[in-house]
């Protein structure tokens, strides 16, 4: 069977950071919902102990959102909002039975919310995490707002993980995306149906129109 036609969405290294965010994203929620849920304590000895678990949490969470502010830096060009999202949205339910809408580029509405709901989520979790960090940070803060901090830090968290649990079903249900972050490749097909302004782009970047000489 003749191979498909290649382009590359993603570099090693941008592999690496992702999955160094999906790692410690597992790591963070499962110890996390240990902390959260009595009945999930069990959950916290994915990392030994549970007394590992509660000094390993917080420091998991910075590398977790260092690693996404990696991403941010990278991507978010790619993830402003654009006039061609209003029709993505509109026609949402020819999404889910898998038509494409528009022509999108790099990333498409749901991909941008995604990404812009994660950076949100995890910005408030560094925040409320930093307050209720004991030994370090707590004791610099009342108990009203230590209080407060658990609140946003909680529902945070549930926003991220349900936010996460999309993305990872959206990753699933096209075909093609895992191959993408795994080896970094797409298929031709692949770009031109999902992402046509992207796959143009990269063509005109390899191809770039020649301007016509002028004579004398």
Known sequence: MKKPQRIQRYSAPERINHWLVAICFVLAAVSGLGFFFPSFNWLMQIMGTPQLARILHPFIGVVMFVAFLLMFFRYWRHNLLERNDILWAKNIHKIAQ??????????????????????LSLVLLLLSGVAIWRPWFAGYFSIPLIRLALVVHSVSAVVLIVVIMVHVYAALWVKGTITAMVEGWVSVSWAKRHHPRWYRSLREQQNPPRQHEKGP
């Not at 022509?103 to 995604?114: E, H, I, P, S, W």
């Open 98 to 119: 898998n038509e494409e809408v528009g022509d999108t580029g790099r990333y498409n509405f749901g991909q941008k919310c995604v990404f812009w709901a994660a950076i």
